[in-house]
Structures are given as C-alpha cells and as structure tokens.
C-alpha cells in the first residue's frame, strides 16, 4: 500500500488549491450577502478554468474533460470542499456521468455542449411524494405515437434556475413490477415546461433548488437516455461516483477547512491568560476532529480505489457518504463551539459552514438509506468481507 501523491496529482491538488484561493475565495462573502454570484462574475471564473484545463475534469479526455481516475477525482473534490458549492458548479462544472450514456446524435445535443460549459443540466429525481423513495414517483411518461408525452412535477432540483435541460426520471410502464422507470433528456425551452419556485434552503446561499412542472412535453426517441425501463439502473451506475465526489469529498474537504481554521483560532485566542488550545476540554475536540477527518478521508480513498479495480463500490460509496457527511457535521458543531459567540455571529464564516454541512445527511440518500444500505451487504457479503464481492 503506497500512499504517496504522485508528481502530476500534486501538481493537480495545487492548481486546482490555487485556483479557489485566489479566484474563489474573495467572492464568498459576496455571494453570501448579496445571495447571489453575479452572472459576469460567474462568467469570469468559468472562462478562465476552462481556459486552465480545468471545467469538466470528471469527463473523459475522448469528450474533452480531464479523464481523471477515481482517485484523482476525489483529490480535486475534496479541493472543491474548501469554498462555496455555487463557486464550485459554476467554476469547474457539475456533470452528470449518466450523460455519457448519449448515443449519436444525442452527443452533440447534450453532452459536447455541456462538457465544453456551453450548456448546464440538472439532474431530476425527486418529487414532493417521493424522496428517498425514489421508485414512487408519479412524473409518467406516457406512449404517444414513436415517442411519449411527459407530465408531472419535481422539486428540490439544484440549479433548476441556471441549468438549461434536465436529466428527468419517469415512469414509462406503472404496470410491470418492478414498475419501469426511464430516463429523458428534457430541454428546458421544451413547450409546457414551467419552472416553478426557488425553494429558499437554511444554506448552499446561491444556489437555486427548484420545482419543475412538465404537462404533456412531447419527447422523441431522441430524448431517451439508454434503453426504456433502465432508468433507475443508469441512475445507480452512475451516480455512485458522483455521490462519493460531490458528498463524500468534499464533505472531507471542508471538514478539513474548518479544522485548519479551529486549529489556528485555539493558538490565537486567549482566555484566563493562556491560548485556549492549552484547554484540554478543547484539545479533545481537535483531537476528535483530526481522527474522524483522517479516517473519512481513507474510507474515501479505499471506495475510490475500489472503482478503479472496475469493482462493485456500492457498499463503500454508502460508508463513506454516512461517515464523511457525519464527521463534518460533527466537526462543524465542535467549531462552532471552539469559536464561542464568535463562530455563532454572521462575522465569521463558522455559522455558515455549520448551516451548508447539514444538507450532507440528506441529499444524495440520507444517512438512515444509506446505513440501510451498508446492514444489507453485510448481511449479505460479511462486514469484513467486501473485498471478496466482485
Ligand atoms: C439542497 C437540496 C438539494 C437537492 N438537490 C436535488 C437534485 O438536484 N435532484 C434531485 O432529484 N433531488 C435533490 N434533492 C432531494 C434530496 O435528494 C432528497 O431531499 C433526499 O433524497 C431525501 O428525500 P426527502 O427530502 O423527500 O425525505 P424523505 O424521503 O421524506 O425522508 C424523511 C426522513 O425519513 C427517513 N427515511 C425515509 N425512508 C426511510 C427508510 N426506509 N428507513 C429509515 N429512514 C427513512 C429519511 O432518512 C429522513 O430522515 C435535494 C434536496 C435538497 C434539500
């Protein structure tokens, strides 16, 4: 086992670590009190990281991105953890992998243009009776002629406002068990679309989290993501990287952050006449913090590694998307508490990392699915097994 960084990963860690120090992090607080990035501001950033080499990298060298390994992915993502999600998508992109499915002509429509930043897509799952339930949503896509007719609705869909077509789950047969669930490329411009409310959220300031109304939009053949009724089984193949990458490291990497920042505001900050690092009340705290982080980001790297070997890393990806989005939020409770009132005033950014790391629990399957998930290939494979599942 060799955990060393590579000449070229390093010098990937870094551009993209200077690339948010000096292009990113001065934007925060704006973002953060006008609740908004200013649309030339997110033009800037965009141009110059694609300029970099640096939008898309999750996407193969064949279609433009980076191609970069799992591991190298979360080495990059845990880098994005370090400042504002809304930084992140609009500076490096936010690129499904499901769109590498498109054939043909659907290369040129939807992914060529989002992989050059030319276009932006959201992907669309969620309804408000089906969260964590994702095969009980109600959006059908019924057979009219050689294509269908989608009607339904969705919500929570980040970026809803800004993305220009849609990654949309819908039922195309209620009658088959389990029901047949389909994926559709859906352009936002399609007549009988409406987007619906931003639905404000207690963090992620910035970002839009959308509901979407679809009513009889007529889809072709075109519109289809891979084979009819495999929907939900693209769904799974391909967010698993992308749930490791955009929860599991970056929750990594701003629980690191803010560890770096507790670490330095103990050595500055004096009570009762000495640093309040010399406490051991608030050396535990640290302590704990250091532990859980390194341990996150090892149980990152091992799901990532699994990927690599072209392994099934279901069961990883589900450890590490529990243990990484627990440890920040644990770890963003302890700073707050580190910095006393001040990591509770709007002066410094502590509160807000607290509230951002709250949604890591739930978005991408909560905490209760994906432990649900992590019981049954135990139950299954063993809990010490699971380099034994092919
Ligand atoms: C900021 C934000 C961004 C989002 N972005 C997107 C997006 O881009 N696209 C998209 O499709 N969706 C998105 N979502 C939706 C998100 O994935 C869902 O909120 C999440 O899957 C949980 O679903 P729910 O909110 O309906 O909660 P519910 O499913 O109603 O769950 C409520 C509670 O019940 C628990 N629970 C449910 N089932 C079980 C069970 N079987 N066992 C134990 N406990 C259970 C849950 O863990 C949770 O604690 C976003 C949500 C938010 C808040």
């Not at 302590?287 to 799901?303: G, K, P, Q």
């Amino acid at each position: 086992m060799d955990f060393t960084l590579s000449d070229e990963q390093k010098m990937l860690v870094n551009a993209v670590r200077q690339f948010i120090k000096e292009e990113l992090k001065p934007l925060e607080d704006e973002v953060e009190s006008t609740g908004l990035l200013a649309p030339e501001k997110a033009r800037a950033i965009f141009e110059h990281s694609r300029e970099l080499g640096l939008y898309a990298m999750n996407m193969p060298e064949e279609y433009g991105g980076a191609g970069l390994s799992a591991i190298d992915t979360m080495l990059v993502e845990e880098q994005f953890g370090h400042t504002s999600d809304i930084l992140i998508r609009r500076a490096f992109g936010n690129i499904y992998e499901a769109l590498l499915v498109c054939e043909g002509a659907q290369k040129e429509r939807w992914l060529l243009p989002t992989v050059r930043g030319d276009r932006t897509c959201s992907i669309a799952i969620t309804e408000p009776g089906a969260g964590s339930d994702a095969m009980g949503i109600t959006t059908r896509a019924v057979k009219d002629g050689d294509g269908w007719l989608l009607t339904g609705n969705k919500h929570f869909i980040s970026d809803g406002e800004y993305s220009d077509f849609f990654l949309v789950t819908a039922v195309t047969d209620p009658e088959s068990t389990p029901k047949a669930i389909s994926l559709f490329l859906v352009d936002k411009d399609s007549p009988g679309f409406t987007l619906g409310r931003n639905q404000v959220m207690m963090g992620l300031t910035g970002t839009s989290c959308n509901e979407l109304f679809f009513k009889n939009i007529r889809l072709t053949r075109e519109n289809l993501l891979g084979e009819e009724g495999r929907g939900m089984r693209i769904c799974l193949q391909t967010l698993g990287r992308v749930r490791l990458a955009q929860v599991g490291a970056r929750a990594v990497g701003k629980a690191t952050h803010v560890l770096d920042l507790m670490v330095e505001y103990v050595k500055e900050r004096k009570q009762f006449g000495k640093p309040i690092g010399d406490f051991q009340l608030i050396q535990q705290m640290i302590a704990d913090s250091v532990i859980e982080v390194n341990a996150a980001r090892l149980l990152l790297h091992r799901a990532a590694w699994e990927i690599d070997q072209g392994r099934d890393a279901r069961d990883w990806i589900s450890m590490v998307k529990v243990h990484a989005a627990e440890t920040l939020g644990r770890v963003t409770d302890r700073a707050v508490q580190v910095f006393g009132g001040m990591g509770y005033c709007k002066e410094l950014p502590i509160e807000r990392y607290y509230r951002d790391s709250r949604i890591y629990r739930i978005f991408d399957g909560s905490s209760e699915i994906h432990r649900t998930l992590v019981a049954r290939g135990a139950t299954k494979f063993g809990a010490a097994l699971y380099d034994v599942r092919a």
